[in-house]
């Protein structure tokens, strides 16, 4: 049987295996079309689509105007806009209609996922691969021993508060100020 400190190291290690292996010129890349949208959409399915309301939500706190799509509030997106796509397979049905209609608009497309070849790169003007393996015999990428994609949910996830760090070092982000945008209705 396996006890919850052996399972918490599984985890903590495929997850650091992970981001350490992402290509920082990639997250730049990001961080400049976050910086240069007028408005950031999310959009994905099922548990990558939680993780993306909650950098999404993380974003926000920040001072960036965000949005997920099919929200009640949902504005219209232009040319200035910027949609993140997240999607391991990059082969998600509605992601790559919605990924589809944001190039018809003109917006810039990122992508984040596993596989740079997939259906989505025709309309990615970004992308950031996470380093997780479908394939079992793959040395290149982290294997997980979890169950489903869990692993790509959760570096998802700490891959946008990670991006959400480095904005505000980047733009010098008093803390304290951020509790501006947080909701206070609660």
Request: aromatic share 6%; hydrophobic share 40%.
């Amino acid at each position: 049987m396996v006890n919850f400190k052996e399972a918490t190291d599984v985890i903590t290690s495929e997850l650091t295996s992970t981001l350490s292996n992402v290509n920082n010129d990639e997250i730049d890349n990001l961080i400049n079309q976050i910086n240069k949208a007028e408005k950031v959409f999310f959009v994905g399915v099922g548990r990558v689509l939680l993780s993306l309301q909650s950098i999404a939500k993380r974003f926000a706190h920040l001072g960036v105007q965000t949005y997920v799509v099919g929200q009640i509030t949902e504005p219209a997106m232009t040319d200035k806009d910027l949609l993140i796509v997240g999607s391991g397979s990059g082969e998600t049905a509605f992601p790559l209609i919605i990924a589809k209609k944001a190039k018809e608009l003109n917006a810039t497309v990122a992508h984040i996922g596993t596989n740079s070849t997939s259906s989505m790169s025709q309309y990615a003007d970004v992308f950031v691969r996470l380093p997780i393996s479908s394939n079992p015999n793959s040395d290149e990428e982290v294997q997980s021993h979890q169950p489903m994609k869990s692993l790509f949910e959760q570096s998802l996830l700490l891959l946008g508060d990670t991006i959400a760090l480095m904005l505000v070092r980047k733009e010098n982000i008093e803390l304290n100020s951020l509790w501006e945008y947080h909701a206070n209705l609660e």
